[in-house]
């Protein structure tokens, strides 16, 4: 007689589960260069919107020991804080050590979340203003996806300026849809309201492709094109409050412009005219 032992629970070979996971639930390819996604949100998770999170995957083996690290980036939430599951967006690099594998990623796949908020794009970290901008290049729009629907971004301004700058105007589409459906989707209208919708102006423009408005949003600042588009006198640290997320360069030459016009930088334990999300790498 041959003896099998009984596959129990305990005896069964268990497929190891990553630490933090977290199940995706849906992703949207925009272009070949961009995604976004959501996935499940810890029920324990509060975070304010603006902020990000430490997501990823499981590294390759290492050669020789065969143990796998985590593989983790900083990513902004881009969905809101009343949303029952997070949003992300994320550019996909071919040779990026993560996004060349997270671009893959399908339903039902795990990915891990480290669920510790953190950022300083947040309202608190603003003194109160009249008027909010938010300055985003390609992904840095993601932030901004958060704020824009949650409703303290418009009871604490009268207007709310979003400028988003990306190379081609298939990589607006994200942003473009996103405000689309805050003046559409009839839930977005009633959380909201429309009057307090009524304050918000997007401002898209693109720098290597034709489209209604091209440049980078820096140069139609410093030549004033914006102001005259929106028929605004300036910028001024009496009204004028900004929240910057892009490229490094973006944030370097938007932070000169700022502080040309007097706006000083702020952060959650010392809130002041802007702020910049420094963890952001394009
Ligand atoms: P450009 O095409 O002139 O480089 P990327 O896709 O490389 O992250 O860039 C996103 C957008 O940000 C592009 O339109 C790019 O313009 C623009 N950009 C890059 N650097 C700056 C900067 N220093 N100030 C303003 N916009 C910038």
Known sequence: MTEHNPVTEASAVKIPTLPDAQTVTSVKHWTDRLFSFRVTRPASLRFRSGEFVMIGLMGDPHPETGKQKPLL????????????????????????????????????????????????????????????WLFATGTGFAPFASLLRDPQTFEDYDQIIMTHTCRDVAELDYGRELIDTLRTD?????????????????????????????????????????????????ISADTDRAMVCGSLGLNTDIKEILEGFGLEEGANSDPKHYVVEKAFVG
Request: aromatic content about 6%; hydrophobic content about 35%; proline content about 7%.
């Open 186 to 234: 009839e839930m977005m209208v009633e959380l909201l309201g429309e009057e307090n919708l009524s304050k918000l102006v997007y401002y898209p423009t693109t720098t290597r492709e034709t489209s209604p408005k091209m440049g980078r949003i820096t140069d139609l600042l410093k030549d004033g094109t914006v102001f005259g588009d929106l028929g605004i006198d300036g």
């Open 73 to 132: 980036r900083a990513y902004s939430i881009a969905s809101p804080s009343w949303d029952e599951e997070l949003e992300f967006y994320s550019i996909k690099v071919q040779d990026g050590p993560l996004t060349s594998k997270l671009q893959h990623i399908q339903p039902g796949d795990e990915i891990i979340l480290r669920p510790k908020p953190v950022g300083t794009l947040v309202h608190d970290a603003l003194l109160p203003g009249k008027r909010l």
